[in-house]
């Protein structure tokens, strides 16, 4: 029985190439810090998902 070579994909923040494995504990990421620096770009809504824009909760409602 072969054992499959696992899937390299690039970590989203850096770029490097990494296993897609269970043993890599921060997939898709390669690092602690690359997944930290991702989710502080979300935090500082450097990303945003596209939607239609809310109601300015101070207009009044008609």
């Known amino acids: ?3 499959a070579t696992p ?8 770029g ?3 296993a ?12 602690e810090r690359c997944k930290l620096m991702d989710l502080g770009q979300w935090a500082n809504e450097q990303y945003r998902v596209a939607g239609e ?3 300015d ?3 009044p409602v008609n």
């Not at 899937?7 to 850096?14: A, I």
């Not at 897609?20 to 390669?30: M, Q, V, Y």
């Open 53 to 55: 824009p809310l109601p």
């Open 1 to 3: 029985m072969t054992t």
């Open 7 to 14: 899937r390299k994909v690039p970590c989203p923040t850096c």
């Open 16 to 18: 490097t190439l990494l």
């Open 57 to 59: 909760p101070d207009e």
């Open 20 to 31: 897609w494995s269970i043993d890599n504990a921060w997939r898709p990421f390669c690092s």
